[in-house]
């Protein structure tokens, strides 16, 4: 009971502490980089941008009245569980915002504040979902939206974003658009690297009819994991036996020379493995 209950306080403790951090740096970002130089990467923090130019409304009033009004409709509308997991970084991102106000880095080249923009803003969102939390804005109103109207929230985000984005063209010129897409672009792709992890592993499907011995060279001397799946041929029927193992991305030449020198036929397709958990899993090793 004890020991319980010190794992969900040590649970909470770091899901606070990848919160509070991963909204520093959203904070940061958006402060250092974004901000200053006009880049409307979609989001309450792209809306923020253009209503800061065209109605000159300080940024964190901005999002913490948005943010108030999103959390307010998803208690009544999504009820309390993601109320609770959302309202810590949607008012931590104001208060960052506020306080980190005079760090801005406006004497950069553009493209170089889409980027680092980007990288930091998105490394912070996905540390804040590390810490199963939310940073409010655009997942709230996708939620919302989903609720009622059956769409992918991938589908929703991007409506979302390319709204916003949209909206920057009767403010900004094109060129701070086009600067805004790759802030964009580079903070999903951060957000699924911290997600995810920074190793990238591929998934290996091999058939071949002298599956034992590749198998078990794989086993023996790669020292990996392989999984036997019963197929049949498209052709003939054929019962087969097809070959699976997940590798990371630098043990690919090997596996490939070893299936080649016992089947130099074989069929082999690889696919990217985003995410891989489980026991006996060797990648991570």
Do not use: W
């Amino acid at each position: 009971m004890v020991q319980t209950l010190q794992k969900k306080m040590g649970t909470r403790f770091s899901d606070t502490l990848f919160i509070v951090i991963g909204t520093l740096f959203v904070a940061f970002g958006f402060n250092a980089f974004l901000l200053p130089n006009r880049i409307v990467s979609g989001g309450i923090n792209g809306l923020t941008i253009i209503l800061y130019e065209t109605l000159h409304l300080t940024p964190s009033i901005v999002l913490f009245s948005v943010n108030f009004v999103l959390l307010t409709l998803s208690f009544f509308l999504l009820g309390k569980e993601i109320f609770f997991k959302s309202i810590l970084g949607s008012f931590l991102v104001p208060l960052f915002v506020s306080l980190l106000h005079g760090v801005a880095l406006s004497h950069i080249e553009p493209i170089l504040a889409a980027i680092f923009g980007g990288i930091t803003v998105g490394l912070g969102v996905g540390l804040v979902f590390l810490g199963k939390g939310s940073t409010g804005g655009t997942a709230l109103i996708a939620l919302i939206v989903q609720k009622y109207i059956p769409i992918k929230l991938g589908i929703i985000l991007g409506i979302c974003d390319g709204l916003v984005i949209l909206s920057a063209l009767f403010v900004f010129d094109v060129q701070a658009v086009l600067f805004a897409l790759i802030a964009l672009y580079l903070t999903s792709r951060m957000v699924d690297t911290v997600q995810v992890g920074p190793e990238s592993s591929k998934n290996v499907m091999i058939i071949s009819n002298n599956y034992k011995k590749i198998r078990e060279q794989i086993i023996s001397d790669l020292d990996l994991g392989a999984t036997l799946i019963s197929i049949e041929g498209g052709l003939n029927l054929e019962e087969k036996k097809m070959i699976m193992v997940v590798i990371q991305e630098n043990q690919f030449i090997a596996l490939k020379q070893a299936i080649l020198d016992i089947d130099d036929e074989a069929f082999v397709v690889v696919t990217s493995a985003h995410e891989v958990v489980g026991k006996g899993f060797t990648a991570y090793r």
